[in-house]
């Protein structure tokens, strides 16, 4: 049981039943996932989610599930970390960083792989395929391993080594494709026709798939205990995680578990090698431009996004803002977050701490904002962006060699000792 009513055309408000399908037939507009959201308040509470697991599966009556017993390998309740040392060179007050590097494969899309595998296996589709820009690869790969399906995973030829790796060792089919990512998807929309019974997860699943990002909403607010914050920093690629992120916030108060009406601003981080979405913002443009992507930032690397329009929409209406970085500034914001925080992330993370650095020192981020920036990929996954980093010193194994070799400045006076 699940308290999911249907799906409804995110353009033209036409209702279809809770199946296999993503566009409108009249329209092609996207389809959405309604709830029962009077049943939803009236069964749901802070208590039932705290005393639910430390996974995204704790908001299981807010995700299109029936399933008691999901696709689960630990995604989600992921840490938000208070970032007082990158705050304070940032000129920022209250900021928190959401780390969902800490998923089972690394990246925010095993919440969003484990939503649509588990409604996936519940529909009857026994092969779970998807169109990847390297994440989802990865996180496809390792749920069907988890659920007994085969996997059938595309991905562009150039991806990062670590991906095409830590992808190949689940063992599914993993397709390389020699074109972009916008190639690879548009074979996948081919084929998900051709193979009615295979589960594209971004494709003929992707009403579904999508709801999984809403948890970054329902989490974020839940730690910090049940408000919402000011103001999000979001990477986009096709546009999906953000859209349903600020649903998510909307959601919360729907059911009753945020008390006031919550005002997230919204923005949004692409790199400027591949910044359809961005643009049309910065132009004022309603229509998005396709771009042949040229980025660091490969997990981000998609030049149509099928959401950018909803994206666009959603950071305009909610008064935030998008902003671009370059391949340096990637690098440079990758070494900032580790440096000041601890936490290591690819270039995706890149791209998004660049972004809010960008938008605090242009005052569009405030400081009088409690603020939370999405970090959703871990560092190994791209070390290929940081090859000139190495030792500070290789020396020989004497203590003339170190003493002549490192210089600790203050920080080494023996009276500094414990
Ligand atoms: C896929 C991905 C995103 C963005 O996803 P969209 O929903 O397509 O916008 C952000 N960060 C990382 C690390 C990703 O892999
Ligand atoms: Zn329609």
């Known amino acids: 049981m699940n308290f999911v009513t249907g799906l409804r055309c ?3 408000a036409r209702a279809y039943p809770a199946e296999a399908l993503h566009v409108c037939d009249y329209c092609f507009g996207p389809l959405e996932v309604v709830y ?4 939803l308040s009236a069964s749901l509470s802070r208590e039932s989610i705290a005393s639910g697991p430390e996974t995204i599966w704790r908001y299981r009556p807010m995700l299109p599930v029936s399933d008691l017993a999901p696709i689960d390998l630990g995604a989600g309740f992921t840490p938000l970390v208070r970032a007082d040392r990158l705050a304070a060179e940032l000129g920022l007050g209250e900021l928190w960083i959401k780390n969902d590097t800490a998923n089972p494969t690394g990246s925010f899309k095993d919440r969003v792989v484990s939503v649509a595998l588990t409604k996936a296996r519940e529909l009857g589709f026994k092969v779970a395929a998807c169109a ?6 990865n996180s496809v790969a390792a749920h069907a391993a988890r659920a007994g399906m085969v996997s059938v995973v595309f991905i562009p030829h150039d991806l990062e080594r670590a991906k095409v790796v830590t992808t190949a060792v689940y063992g599914g089919h993993l397709v390389a494709v020699e074109g972009t990512y916008d190639d690879v998807n548009r074979l996948c929309a081919e084929l998900a026709s051709e193979h009615p019974s295979w589960a594209f997860v971004n494709v003929n699943i992707r009403t579904y798939y999508a709801e999984g990002s809403k948890t970054l909403a329902f989490e974020v607010a839940e730690q910090l205990g049940w408000q919402a914050p000011d103001h999000v920093v979001v990477p986009v690629a096709s546009g999906s995680q953000l859209t349903k992120l600020a649903k998510g916030f909307r959601e919360l108060h729907q059911v009753g578990l945020l008390d006031d009406e919550p005002h997230v601003r919204v923005s949004g981080a692409q790199a400027s090698g591949c910044a359809p ?12 431009r396709p771009v042949r992507p ?19 929409n959603e950071v305009r209406s909610s008064g935030g803002a998008f902003e671009v970085a370059t391949d340096e500034e990637i690098v440079e914001a990758i070494r900032l977050l580790a440096r000041t925080e601890g936490i290591f992330t ?19 981020i405030r400081s009088d904002e409690r603020v939370v920036a999405y970090v959703t990929g871990h560092g190994l996954k791209t070390v290929e962006a940081l090859t000139s980093l190495g030792p500070s010193a290789t020396i020989a194994p004497t203590l003339d060699a170190f003493a ?15």
């Open 294 to 312: 040229d980025t660091i930032a490969k997990s981000l690397a998609i030049g149509n996004p099928a959401d950018g329009w909803y994206a666009l």
């Open 36 to 39: 029962d959201y009077e049943a």
């Open 404 to 418: 002549a070799a490192v210089d600790l400045g203050d920080s080494s006076n023996e009276s500094g000792r414990p």
């Open 346 to 364: 690819e270039t995706a993370g890149g791209v998004t701490i660049a972004v809010l650095a960008k938008l605090a020192s242009a005052g569009v």
């Open 132 to 137: 990847s820009t390297g994440n989802l690869a």
């Open 10 to 12: 995110r353009e033209c």
């Open 277 to 288: 979405v961005a643009t049309a913002f910065a132009e004022g443009a309603d229509a998005i």
